[in-house]
């Protein structure tokens, strides 16, 4: 079985798919990025502002799931540029601190709506660690 993770506290979303999957003791958010959930537009900035926006979304995604970012196991990173690879990592690093997740960071051709970034993450339900 799985349930669909519904929230306002993260962006809608822009196309046919779920904002985030609950199924057999994950939670699978789909790829967020540097939209603020109340204007549905993209924040002002450049990577740094962003990251921090697309990690609010899946903090947000992750809060409504009944999980949070302690408990994300994997995350993956698409940035616009490899570039900013450097800037990301900061952001990234603050917000996850001594115990961040397994990740994966890509450079891709384009992303939606001109975003500098997409982050998606996998993380485990709390009544599930022992699983």
């Not at 616009?80 to 891709?108: E, H, L, S």
Request: contains cysteine; negative net charge.
């Amino acid at each position: 079985m799985r349930e669909k993770v519904i929230t306002s506290a993260a962006p809608a979303p822009i196309g046919p798919y779920s904002q985030a999957i609950r199924a057999r003791g994950f939670m699978f958010a789909s790829g967020q990025i540097a939209v603020d959930p109340v204007t549905q537009q993209m924040v002002p900035g450049g990577i740094a502002e962003q990251t921090e926006q697309a990690l609010k979304n899946v903090a947000n995604l992750l809060q409504a799931a009944g999980t949070s970012i302690a408990h994300i196991m994997r995350c993956v990173v698409y940035l616009q540029n490899m570039d900013d690879f450097a800037a990301m990592n900061q952001v990234y690093a603050r917000f996850f601190g001594a115990d961040p997740p397994a990740r994966t960071t890509i450079a891709v051709s384009g992303l939606p709506l001109g975003a500098l970034i997409e982050v998606e993450a996998t993380a485990l339900l709390p009544h599930s660690e022992s699983s």
